[in-house]
Nanobody
Framework: QVQLVESGGGAVQAGGSLRLSCAAS????????MGWYRQAPGNEREGVAA????????YYSASFEGRFTISRDNAKRTLYLQMDSLKPEDTAMYYC??????????????????????WGHGTQVTVSS
C-alpha cells in the first residue's frame, strides 16, 4: 500500500514560485507513474502534469507547460512540482497521485482518467494579486 503526503503549499504573490513535494511514506514508487492534480472550489479536479516510472518522460496539460516542472527522485521516494510565474487562478488544492500505467497507455491518457489508486490529501496553494 502506497501512502502519499504532499507538502510545500502556501501563500505567495502573483509572479512568485513554490515547490511542492509528495513523499511516499510507504511502498515502492519506482514502478508507478505519478502525477499532480489540482482542484479549486466549485471546479472539477484537473490534471496538471504526469511523469513516467523512471522519470524520463513527462506530460503537461496545456495550461501549465512552460510554467510548471514535474520531477521525481525514486531513491527518496518523492515527487516534485516546481511552479513558477504563479497566477491568482493557480489558487487551488494540489494533490499527487500514483498508480501503475498499463502498457500502451500514454501519460496524457493516464492523467486524464483520474482513476489512480493512490492519492495524497492535498496541499493548499494560494496566489494573491
Amino acid at each position: 500500500q502506497v501512502q502519499l503526503v504532499e507538502s510545500g503549499g502556501g501563500a505567495v504573490q502573483a509572479g512568485g514560485s513554490l515547490r511542492l513535494s509528495c513523499a511516499a511514506s510507504r511502498g515502492i514508487i519506482s514502478s508507478l507513474s505519478m502525477g499532480w492534480y489540482r482542484q479549486a472550489p466549485g471546479n472539477e479536479r484537473e490534471g496538471v502534469a504526469a511523469i513516467s516510472e523512471g522519470g524520463s518522460s513527462t506530460y503537461y496539460s496545456a495550461s501549465f507547460e512552460g510554467r510548471f516542472t514535474i520531477s521525481r527522485d525514486n531513491a527518496k521516494r518523492t515527487l516534485y512540482l516546481q511552479m513558477d510565474s504563479l497566477k491568482p487562478e493557480d489558487t487551488a488544492m494540489y494533490y499527487c497521485a500514483a498508480d501503475y500505467r498499463p502498457y500502451g497507455v500514454s501519460l496524457s491518457d493516464w492523467l486524464v482518467r483520474k482513476e489512480q489508486n493512490y492519492w495524497g490529501h492535498g496541499t493548499q496553494v494560494t496566489v494573491s494579486s
